[in-house]
Structure formats: C-alpha cells, structure tokens
C-alpha cells in the first residue's frame, strides 16, 4: 500500500501551525508585559501612599535654628499612648527638600501591616547638607572613635524635637527608639551614648560608635545590622561594639548579612522579626 502526502497541504498546515505557536508566543510576552506593567503601577501606587502618609513639619528652636522632618502619626485614639520611632538617614540623603530623607528603610514603617501591628509616631528628620548627626574624632587609622563633648547642631536640634513632640503628643516614654542606616547609624550610638535614659532600644544599622561608652549604653537593648563585605563602614566597628557591650554586661543583638555590602538596610527594615523585637522593648 502506498500512502501519497499532498505537499502542499503539509506545508501549509506546517505555515498555519507555526503561525499560530508564534501567535501564542506575542500573546504570552503582551501578557507578561501587561502583569508587569501591572506590578509597577501597584509598587508605585504603594510607595507613594506610604510616602503621602508623613506629613511636613519643621522644628525651630529657641534660638531660630529649624530642622526639617517629616512624621507618621497612628490611629487617632486619645485614650492611648504610642512609642515614638526616630529614624536617621544616611548622608546621601541630606538637604533641605525634606523628602530625601524617605528613600531607603522608614516607608517599612508605614505599611497598613506595619501600622495595624504596631501603631507609632514615627519621626524622620533631614539633616541639612554637609552636616552630620553625629559627633566623632578618629584615630589616625580610622580604626576607632571618640564621642566629642558637645553634639552635632542636627543632634542638638533633633533632641530638642523630641521633648517637643513628648509635650505635643500622647507619647509613651518608655518605648522611644531610635534607628539609622549608614551615617544615620552613627547618629544612632551617637544619641544613645549622650542620652542614655531617653531611648528604650535602638537599631544601628551599618553604623559606628564609640566603644569607650559600652558601658554607659549596657541597658539599653541594642539589635545590630551590618554587611558582611560593607566596603563604606567596616563590619569590624560592629564586631567591636558588640564585644565592648558584651564585656559590659549587656546582651546586643547582631546580624551580620553574608555576601552583602553597604546596603545592609534593605534586609534589616524588611525583617518582621527586627520590628517585633524593637517595640516589644521598654525601659
């Protein structure tokens, strides 16, 4: 028996088959470009509600000095009081536009997750161009360093803020943290080493302090983040910290990111079990 295949007829349901396998294809890509697309608008979306939700505020004290700030207020609930959350940034974001300061790590704080669980006044201040919030000398190897007599103008003015902000609002004084990324990290031990009695907790986050104070800081409790391969501030000033607070008596926390360099933040503010801990604490 002899089978005969009408050419033509093969090639063309071939053509057919192919055109519309290709079909399919541009279909899945449109399809794909479309939830993409999709995704973006949401994050986007997101993003700019979180960001909407800190109202602009500036803080001007006796003497006329101001510090931008930007700040999440809770569920209006007269009955109750909140933790007050104070978040530094790092030195990229310095200015005078009082957005910057947004960037990276204090938008966790305002998801409807985050504000249902834990329900804060959270203050972002923006420290002004070419100042720091913290107040150090190095050694010549820039090994170590030493917390200066007086604060920095941003700390000062930031201090001042929050005793403003304790008369303003219904603010529990037993649960005041403090956290910074980067140069907001040192401005965090800088706090603490100053003003030991004001913080509950703190966060520092890929940041340095002076470990002479260890044991002035000693009860406060202390969760430490740091990249392991940070090549902008050197992971050891965290091992040293965590040493000195340790020789002192106290029990930090420390998490150390494998194969992570200075952006350290983006794991340590999108940790639940970081925000769990920080507003478990009291003094």
């Known amino acids: 028996m002899i089978f ?41 979306n997101n993003t700019f509600a979180q960001t909407s939700r800190f109202s602009f505020n500036k803080y001007t004290n006796d003497k006329g000095d101001t510090l931008n700030y930007r700040q999440l207020s809770p569920d209006y609930n007269k009955i109750r009081k909140y933790p007050l959350v104070i978040f530094l940034h790092g030195s990229g974001e310095r200015g005078n536009d009082n957005k910057a300061q947004l960037k990276w790590g204090v938008l966790n704080f305002a ?32 090994t170590k360093l030493r917390l200066k007599p007086t604060p920095s103008e941003p700390m000062e003015l930031l201090i001042g803020l929050i005793h403003q902000l304790i008369r303003k609002y219904p603010v529990d004084t037993s649960r005041i943290y403090i956290t ?31 470990v002479s104070k260890a044991a002035s800081i000693a009860k406060i409790p202390i969760w430490i983040f740091h990249g392991a391969e940070d090549p902008v501030v050197n992971p050891l000033f965290s091992l040293d910290m965590v040493e000195a607070l340790t020789k002192a008596g106290a029990h930090p926390g420390l998490t150390f ?5 200075h952006f350290s933040w983006l794991a340590a503010y999108s940790d639940p079990l970081m925000m769990e801990w920080l507003f478990r604490q009291h003094k």
Not at 115 to 121: E, G, R, S, V
């Open 257 to 261: 990111y494998p194969e992570v360099g």
């Open 180 to 210: 910074g990324l980067s140069m907001g990290g040192y401005g965090t031990y800088d706090a603490i080493e100053r003003y030991p009695d004001l913080f509950a907790a703190a966060v520092p986050v890929c940041g340095a302090g002076d």
């Open 4 to 44: 005969k295949i009408d050419e033509w007829n093969f090639v063309s349901n071939c053509d057919i088959c192919h055109h519309k396998l290709y079909n399919m294809k541009i279909s899945g890509v449109k399809s794909i470009a479309v939830l993409l697309f999709l995704f973006f608008c949401l994050s986007t």
């Open 111 to 142: 998801t409807d997750r985050a504000m249902a669980l834990h329900p804060a006044i959270v203050i972002a201040p923006q420290c002004p161009e070419n100042q720091e919030w913290a107040s150090y000398t190095e050694n010549q190897k820039r």
